[in-house]
């Protein structure tokens, strides 16, 4: 049970804000482009995919992800100890003898966020609107792999647009992510329907437009989106690092203290929520970490990152969290 359910997505719940928060502050409730680009020194500092340099190859780039993103470089004859995977079957069938392909990652990665912005996303008792946090999210992941001279593309999902772009590079691409972020952070348009199907298109897209060896994260709330984000992870999880950033409020893991809370929907309908009762205040919180778990294992069966985020959080001490978390994959 949940307040979504019990209520509607379009009703709203008056929780007095926690002490120090600043409800009525643009900061927390919208993002500016200005803002946006105030993170890029922030970013950094992250190191969401490490780098070194390496001998054999040259000093090609290196990542803590899986080894995709893998350009050919040579062809030699077969030694044992290697990756029969790699067997070159048509210079081996040729020649007559063993021959394994040698490749090098290349020395840029393409980085591509995909970022939830619906109406339901525009919402926060504590710290800032989930809309946001997910901006500012996506922002540092986009300054950081900027950073590094690594492509940059993605996905905003909003009422005020459907926004895409291919991974590119330079601060100007950036920027163009940046506004889209700041326009969809901005929307006040009200869903006419829900866009559930939408977000679970926009999901379904990325398996056929995310190229091997692609850096990905996805960030929403995901409430609606348990079996397109498995899917999707099943798809492309063999081929690409996967982030999952799920974000959520206070109020969705825990109802608040025991007492009668006014509630309203933009139809200036009112109604009362008691939350005295105990076992409801359980089952609430039991359902929210039965979701949490859930997306948490299926990222962790398809070797995916996942990171919780609430809105009361700093999100860059968040992906300073998940820094260095998953170890490189040779090729296959």
């Known amino acids: 049970m949940s307040l979504r359910s019990l209520l509607g997505p379009a009703w709203r ?3 007095p804000p926690a002490a ?18 105030r993170l890029a020194p922030q970013a950094r500092q992250l190191e969401l995919w490490h780098s070194r340099r390496g001998v054999e190859d040259g000093g090609a780039h290196h990542t803590m992800f899986k080894g995709r993103g893998m350009e050919f470089a040579e062809t030699r004859p077969y030694q044992p100890g290697d990756d029969i995977r790699h067997i070159d079957w048509r210079v081996t069938a040729r020649s007559g003898r063993a021959h394994t392909k040698l490749f090098r990652e290349e020395r840029e990665r393409p980085v591509f966020v995909w970022v939830d912005c619906r109406p339901h996303m525009h919402f926060a008792t504590r710290g800032s609107f989930k809309s946001v946090l997910a901006a500012r999210l996506a922002a540092l992941v986009a300054w950081a792999a900027h950073a590094r001279g690594d492509r940059v593309g993605g996905n905003v999902l909003s009422t005020a647009q459907d926004y895409a ?3 590119g590079r330079g601060r100007q691409n950036v920027l163009r992510l940046l506004r889209a972020l700041e326009l969809a952070c901005a929307s006040t348009i009200a ?3 829900p866009m559930s199907q939408a977000a679970e298109g926009s999901l379904t897209s990325l398996r056929h437009t995310v190229r091997p060896g692609t850096i990905v994260f996805l960030i929403g709330d995901f409430h609606d ?5 498995t899917g999707l992870l099943a798809q492309i999880s063999t081929h690409s690092d996967v982030t999952l950033c799920c974000l959520h409020d206070p109020l969705e893991a825990a109802l608040p203290p025991a007492g009668i809370y006014p509630v309203s929907s933009p139809g200036g309908e009112i109604a009362d929520l008691d939350t005295a009762n105990t076992a409801w205040r359980v089952e609430y919180a039991a359902r929210f970490q039965q979701r949490m778990q859930t997306l948490r294992d299926a990222a962790r069966q398809h070797r995916a990152r996942f990171l919780e985020v609430s809105t009361t959080d700093d999100p860059l001490l968040a992906l300073r969290a998940i820094a260095g978390t998953v170890a490189a994959r040779s090729a296959g």
């Open 13 to 15: 719940v008056s929780v």
């Open 20 to 37: 120090g928060s600043r409800p009525g502050a643009s900061s927390a409730v919208r993002v500016s482009l200005a803002d946006l680009v």
């Open 165 to 167: 772009q291919e991974p």
């Open 191 to 193: 869903e006419r329907a």
């Open 225 to 229: 989106l348990e079996a397109a984000v």
